[in-house]
Structure formats: C-alpha cells, structure tokens
Nanobody, 113 residues
Framework: AQLVESGGGLVQPGGSLRLSCAAF????????MSWYRQAPGKERELVAR????????IYVDSVKGRFTISGDNSKNMVYLQMNSLKPEDTAVYYC???????WGQGTQVTVSS
C-alpha cells in the first residue's frame, strides 16, 4: 500500500492550490483519510479529515472556511482544495490513512509574496 501526494508549490498570499493524494494498493473509501501538515520547527498537525461516508469531515480551526477535503472513489484519490492561502499555511503537507497508519512522502506548500 502507498500514498503519493502532489500539487504543492509556491503561491502568493490569497492564492489557491489543490493537493492530490493517490492511494495505491487499497481502497481509500474503506479508511479514514486525512491531511496533516508540518511547518519548520513545529509539530505535525491535523488539517482535515474525511470519513468513509464523507458526511462528518473535520477541519482544524485555522483552515475552516478556506480548505475543503474531498474524495473521488472512481480515481481512488483524496484532495485538499486550499483557498485564501496565508503565509502561516506554509508547510509540508502529508496524506494519511487510518487505521493501519500509512503516510505519503509529503508535498511542500509555500505561501509567500
């Protein structure tokens, strides 16, 4: 089983990015899928989580109203749409599967003018 993230990059404040997480070797809809992030010198934190029913997604307070997590069962992909990005959103973003903890390699998001 493997998770592969993509979609990170450099964006100006107020801009948008969409992160993608491709799941290989398992069906993501059978698990709880999450996006985490880790900024330099800080601990990894949960950003957003989507349940296998998709009806009880959760978000960290700092991204509510700006980020949206979603999944595409047909493509076995999980996405994180990030709007109104701020410099404090700068971090490496990781995709995660639970149970049976599985992490991707991460994708860098840098918000800077």
């Amino acid at each position: 089983a493997q998770l592969v993230e993509s979609g990170g990059g450099l964006v100006q404040p107020g801009g948008s990015l969409r992160l993608s997480c491709a799941a290989f070797g398992f069906t993501f809809s059978n698990y709880v899928m999450s996006w985490y992030r880790q900024a330099p010198g800080k601990e990894r934190e949960l950003v957003a989580r989507i349940t296998n029913t998709g009806d009880s997604n959760i978000y960290v307070d700092s991204v509510k109203g700006r980020f949206t997590i979603s999944g595409d069962n047909s493509k076995n992909m999980v996405y994180l749409q990030m709007n109104s990005l701020k410099p404090e959103d700068t971090a490496v973003y990781y995709c995660n599967r639970r149970p049976y903890d599985l992490w991707g390699q991460g994708t860098q998001v840098t918000v800077s003018s």
